[in-house]
């Protein structure tokens, strides 16, 4: 049987398990995976993981606006070379990139994965003309989740024909067995002392992520459990001078920042509670951190964003706050802290729902039906 070829063309990812995934568990009887990776320096881990998978691997060379017709011209001479069947672009530079150089190539199905949301509409709108060129160049468009398809369509009037609504999918088992090993080696690294409760976030200091709401009810909890920590994971951004001056509030010692830790799933074993609260419905494409966090089996404090719309219920699997809340981020997690039968409910129920809409499996599954048609 001829296998159909597939080019994934992506934007400075260096490593990402969502592609080591799609490659493993792919059927390699239907479908011959290839890579043009923009943006990269060479021996990254995705092109060691390629190359040891034997899975064609291209890189293409991209510092700047300045070199995009340069990039799309190395691009469109890969894709006539390997001649795919289909391309599929994911991260926005690779969209304008790859599908111009696709379409260029005579590639007839051109893919694109969108992976925000209204990002552009809030802080750059002179990105909203290069989105609708993408859509205009994509034959078929990965909304990945409900919001991202309402704001296509909705905002951006694409075609609901086009629009094929797919979730992230996970190894959740890679949640799920997490060593004393591993627990220990991160929690030598930033909480040495043995703090207790511990308040994880994990988000870049950027406005719409909505710390600059956590640190003031932290703040409030150290009255009450003064040995508290505040974990900062991923702790750069371009709204890091506003978050600094928050946290110069704090006591010396009461919180740990952390640019990048490579075992995140260790990581959150650290958090008695977890908070993410980015400020409106629609800045959060998705919200990978969502899943991360009930995977591994933290009680966590949420606002209403991206994916958690859909599956996301207050008291069920989580305990849900308004936008833009101090208070009720407080609140929530004394009532966390404080009420074990809750904790385990939330647990319980948060691994449960991730299993039904979130498996590996199911995604493999949506992609092989999108990539058959």
């Known amino acids: 049987m001829m296998k ?27 479908f011959e995976l290839s890579f043009i990776s923009i943006g990269v320096q060479e021996n990254s881990s995705l092109e060691q993981f390629c190359k040891a998978k034997k899975i064609e691997f291209h890189l293409v060379k991209y510092a700047g606006k300045k070199n995009m017709p340069a990039a799309i011209y190395q691009t469109y001479k890969i894709l006539k070379k390997i001649k795919p069947a289909i391309v599929h672009c994911h991260i926005f530079e690779a ?50 989740s409900e919001n991202v398809k309402k704001i296509l369509i909705e905002k951006e009037h694409v075609d609901p024909d086009k629009i094929i609504l797919m979730h992230h999918g996970f190894d959740l088992s890679l949640f799920h067995h997490i060593s004393w090993e591993r627990i220990q080696h991160v929690k030598a690294k930033y909480n040495p002392n043995d703090k207790h409760p511990v308040i994880g976030v994990v988000s870049r200091f950027t406005h719409w992520k909505g710390i600059q709401y956590i640190i003031p009810a932290f703040k409030k909890l150290l009255e009450t459990y003064p040995r508290s920590l505040l974990i900062l994971s991923n702790a750069k951004g371009e709204y890091e001078a506003e978050i600094r001056q928050l946290l110069i ?3 010396e010692g009461s919180y740990c920042e952390i640019l990048f830790e490579h075992d ?49 219920e207050n008291n069920k699997n989580a305990l849900v706050v308004d936008f833009h809340s101090s208070e009720q981020i407080y609140n929530s997690i004394i009532e966390l802290l404080q ?30 039906s999108i990539y058959s048609i």
């Open 4 to 30: 159909t070829k597939i080019t994934y063309i992506l934007y400075q990812i260096n490593k990402a398990l969502a592609f080591e995934w799609i490659i493993d568990h792919i059927d390699a009887n239907k």
């Open 95 to 144: 969209g304008v990139i790859g599908l111009i150089a696709a379409r260029l190539a005579g590639i007839n199905r051109r893919i694109y994965t969108r992976h925000y949301s209204t990002y552009h509409y809030t802080y750059a709108p002179g990105g909203v003309k290069y989105d609708r060129l993408i859509n205009l160049l994509s034959t078929k468009i990965i909304a990945i």
């Open 249 to 251: 509030d704090l006591p």
């Open 264 to 312: 995140n799933a260790a990581l959150f074993k650290l958090f008695d509670v977890f908070v993410h609260v980015p400020i409106d419905a629609e800045i959060e494409a998705f919200g990978q951190i969502y899943i991360e966090a009930l995977a591994v089996g933290i009680p966590s404090v949420f606002t209403l964003s991206g994916i958690a719309s859909e599956f996301i």
């Open 339 to 368: 009420n074990d039968l809750l904790r385990s409910t939330l647990i319980q129920n948060g691994k449960n729902d991730l299993e039904k809409y979130f498996s590996l499996p199911l995604m493999i599954d949506n992609l092989e």
